[in-house]
């Protein structure tokens, strides 16, 4: 579009200062890790590579790091079964019901987390508890895996969309079993979509807080409530800084990589 | 396209043989296959999803013990009567849905020039490096940026020490300025989109009709991403409902219903009343959806 040199201007600046205004606080974060006083105070007394020694040894940290991993790992897992399954389903059969079944997908995502975090503590406390399921990791992991589901059913469903049906038809035609068209056809077709899928939904569980409160125990405690429990506590404050630039930090690999394998950077998240 | 063509390969030299039952009952049955793919994830979103929602309504029903606090499952109507007649909660809420469309309208401010620079000025480079600038912040953890609010307003923090002194403090104000920060990756991508689909034709006929670029933009762009804003605000709308971190974090005393519930459920340990008070944001998001779904929103989510 023609647009006035000014109003052209007028908006580059603008957008060159969002994009700062979204970097800033995540700049102060990483700063902060290297100041040398204990409390917040800007500008910074010094620099210290002191608060990153300590971190690399807090127990507390590394330990609610692991427990992201594992209750990550799987919630990814299975996110990525039942995602595609939706996918295939949606993308590839006609049936009545359909738009209830994707309305479905959404939902856990699409209401506040806090009614998806109470929804699942009441059913965990009155159901679970009495089958002798307790609060824990498998808990957080079933709370992360529901809302994770659309995240690989959006990826593989997007594939799938642009890819057609035409390769899988060919392959029938040509005599192929169902299971090798999977193999040689579907399969390679939506290998990299799942990687994206999945870093995506690794990356959505790695930073829960809300659904996790009401689906954890006190002793099982990933690394935003492990944040969010030292957040208030002075002595810990500059480690919960290193940790917080670790974050930061480590943001940008899901994102630079979906961004390679799938469609489209803005499809990533629904 | 390279692993597709190997694969056809591979496959019209592998296909004569070894046709087994298993593959050829569920080439033939559609159906079978169809059911199949549906029954775990539906089993899973309406066992454990719905089912879950449908046990928080039940547990709005039940009470506790005034003198042990546990869990007394008889039917009543108390908590959702004590939760709809009270002024509190209604303050609460009102105050919840304020900050929420406050939140919306700012992202929606922000999120239009910047999303029409990136889609429409913006050369293809420089659209791409955007669209990831503007994607990263979304995975770093939504914790840390709370948490960076908080050094930042500080009463010695760099905001004070840019404004000599003038911070909003911690409040509702802070609470606000906060989740607008949080969600405006989320407004900005469906409204990027939304303008990504809007044909560059039809600005070029607008200003050889005559319209001068303020008229376009008000005439022809805004009418057409409109339903890419009302799809990015589901998320900012629903979002800022459901959070009681940020608040926690930068709220100082302001209380929002996500809070409140939070408290009633972990600090006094009030199940059936915590469940009752969640049916407030459950109405305000069904409305908002109900409201959003005329617009078409819900496409293009």
New interface residues.
Partial sequence: ????AG??WT??V??WL??L??????A??VM?SFNKSRT????PTGVTLKWWHAASHSSGALDALWTSVKAGLGATA?AI???T??A??VQR?N?FGKNT?SF?????I???????G??????F???FDPLGIGFGLTTVI?GH??FC?VIVYNNIQARLRRTGSS?VE???D????????FR??TF??I?TALVAGALLAF?LSF?E??VT??TSSPDVQT??LW??AN?FRPNQAPI?DVV?AV??VL??V???LS?RLGDD??S??? | MGHEVAGAQELTAAAPRNRGSLSTFFATKRRTRLAILLSAPMLWLVVAYLGSLGVMFASALWTTDSFTGNVVKTISGDNLHAVYTSPVYWRVAWRTVEAALAVTVIDAIIALPVAFYMSKIASRRTRLFMVVAVLTPLWASYLVKAYAWRTLLAPDGPVSWVFAGHTPGYGFTATVITLAYLWLPFMVLPVFAGFERLPNGLLEASSDLGAKPMRTIRSVVLPMVFPAVAAGSIFTFSLSLGDYIAVGIVGGKTQLLANVIYGQLITANNQPLAAALATMPLIAIVLYLLAMRRTGALENV
Wanted: no cysteine; net charge positive; aromatic share 12%.
């Fill in positions: 579009m023609r647009l006035p109003l052209r908006l580059r603008i957008t969002v994009l205004f979204l970097y800033a606080p995540l102060i974060v902060n917040f105070a800007f500008p299975i079964v039942l995602g399954m939706a295939f389903a059969y049936f079944v479905l997908v959404i939902l856990p699409a209401l506040p987390g806090i009614i998806t109470i929804a699942l503590n009441a059913t406390r009155t159901v079933i895996a529901t589901i390769l060919a392959s029938s040509l005599g192929a079993t169902g299971w090798q068209t040689f056809v390679p077709m290998r990356g930073d807080i809300v409160t009401f690394l935003p944040i969010f957040l919960v917080a974050l930061i943001a940008v899901p994102v630079w961004q950077p803005s990533g998240r629904i």
